[in-house]
């Protein structure tokens, strides 16, 4: 199985020297696996860390179902798992990056064939970056009361949480590789001959057995408010969150990029939440055939229009008229990530001058 | 609540211009809150990124539960998140930092009171780091097969996976804060003014549901491989991990440091995998009063014994012998947390001369 890892030439070097000392063939291994791109060079960071936004103590009697520890205790539920990094240089507002739908942080970390995710490219662009986890899921703790009570006959199956999955097979045209699994679109740009690291980031969705709205929208607002003003990127299932929480409070909010949002707000909602804010909706491409996109796209258009009426600066973009056919959906992962998080680094410069 | 969050310099600038021309007095929320070390500077990587190792494909036709979708497909299972760092000037051997039980990699990163991690803290002592989430915890998902089977009705509520998760009440005598939950030991060294943030890190442990050996195992096999020589750095339930792969496949383990390890290997059984094998278990403090951990102190004491004798580079160190008494089971994040990685760091100078 191929690995996307990189060995730095220190490393290798340092690989390399162990590997005399043993006797071992260990840099042919590591051989012709740097794809760090030319001229990068080191990444400079004046800090980065973790910490967790929001949350709430629950009180529980069904924690574990295993003998000899105590099923009885408080834990912490709902809180959002923020890894940050700020540039040594830092010129752009901070973004705060929230993935979408049976996914993690992990969306924004390096592609599946291992080149440089926008986490770094933003970074190196001079954004200060924040990703999360969104309540529930990776980092971000979900309860597991709910399944235990069940199991120890205190519930019924009934009220076991929802859970979705997406299977590879379904994901597929979701994510609009192609027309329906395993065939793809003509000039498509996803590196398939990566795909299985893509399905190994795929993760339970509990999103659906939280409240409304989802936890992950106050942390959001904390988290912004925190940062001082922040640009909200969400994908996909987070879509509606940066809305939400500019509807309740946007003190922190200097934008939001909504990147093929499962929903955009109706146009008949109240648009005043949305003046003066620069707000972007992006799309891939082969959204037209797609029974499930089609209506998305045009739904965020009238909002776009609507927002923009109530003097919002909305804009809706489709990459392919921006000269960058054949993205799809997880267009953060694209061949020409790069390209794409270029032309998004030029419309932030646009709304915030450097 | 505190948020330990720390704002550089230039992001403040920037946060700054902006209250300026918001009108809004964004300095004084993020005033003060800078704990980067004094003279610990700008931080140079020549590689960062995520990838998954190990996993493997599931079929089942209970992925979800939620109408509209297809509980059929194929999902990828048992693979294990490694986030990596390499530094810019290497000087040590790759470090791969493996969690305990209810915990993830968060463990390793920033501590609760917004210092420093050991992630960080190795990478500036010339280490690249490879932090992992274990198999089914964090960003390494979980199968959810079998709790939607059992919310279908496909299977009976017996079938649910086995779910441990530690209340703080339970969890803070096995973390040796002291002696009952909220009482703490005299001069112990653990930030319990953050303790929120801890609680806020745990998560539900699905290890017991999972195949022997754990299959964090094989991927943490394979990912040594892929390193050349690593040393494996375990924090309690991880403990047996790095012994099991050395037990099957010694290649790329270059060491093992055991950190409060839930057990040893048995003195009875086969040394030889050990032999040349440098080896450290570490200990904080107050476990000879702890019914949990004192027999296991002893039992990893008889453990380093067998394994010397037969030719290991083996030694179990109590930090309170070297000057640090007062440390907890979550010793990487005690509030000399520095200190520790400093003595570690000198142990593996002392083994891998550079």
């Known amino acids: 199985m191929a690995i996307p890892h990189r060995v730095d030439t220190l490393a290798r070097r340092w690989i390399g020297a162990l590997a005399t000392l043993t006797g071992t063939a260990l840099l042919g291994a590591c051989a012709g696996t740097t794809t760090a791109p030319a001229g990068a060079g080191p990444l400079s960071i004046a800090e980065q860390g973790s910490f967790f936004v929001g949350g709430s103590d629950r009180a529980s009697n069904t924690l574990s179902d295993v003998p000899g520890f105590a099923p009885v205790g408080t834990v912490s539920v709902d809180q959002m798992y923020v890894r940050y990094q700020v540039p040594e240089k830092s010129s752009g507002p901070p973004l705060v ?41 990776g980092r971000s703790a979900a309860d597991p009361s709910p399944i235990v009570a069940v199991k120890l006959g205190q519930q019924t199956p009934h009220s076991l949480p929802v859970i979705f999955s997406a299977g590879r097979e379904s994901a597929w ?16 740009r996803y590196p398939l001959e990566a795909q299985g690291q893509l399905w ?43 809305f939400q929480v500019v509807t309740q409070d946007r003190t922190g909010v200097a934008g939001i990029v909504s990147i093929e949002p499962v929903s955009c707000p109706s146009p008949d909602s109240d648009m005043q939440p949305y003046a003066r804010l620069p707000i972007l909706v992006l799309w891939g491409d082969y959204t037209a055939d797609s029974p499930f996109w089609a209506p998305r796209v045009k739904a965020c258009a009238d909002f776009v229009k609507a927002a923009n009426a109530a003097g919002a600066r909305a804009r809706q973009v489709m990459l392919a008229d921006e000269g960058m056919p054949g993205q799809t959906h997880m267009l953060m992962q694209d061949r020409n990530s790069l390209q794409i998080a270029d032309w998004l680094a030029a419309w932030m410069r646009g709304h915030w001058p450097r």
Chains 1, 2 share one sequence.
């Open 97 to 137: 990056f929230v993935h979408g739908c049976c996914l993690t942080g992990k969306t924004w970390e390096s592609t599946p064939d291992g080149r440089m995710g926008w986490d770094e490219a933003f970074l190196r662009r001079g954004h200060p970056t924040y990703v999360v986890d969104q309540a529930a899921r």
């Open 173 to 188: 045209s979701i994510f609009r590789f192609g027309p329906h699994y395993p065939k793809a679109f003509d000039g498509m």
């Open 200 to 242: 190994k980031q795929m993760v339970p969705d509990l999103s659906r057995a939280l409240p409304t709205p989802n936890p992950t929208v106050a942390a959001l607002s904390q988290l912004s408010a925190r940062l001082g003003l922040a640009v909200l990127v969400s994908h996909s299932q987070s879509g509606p969150y940066p």
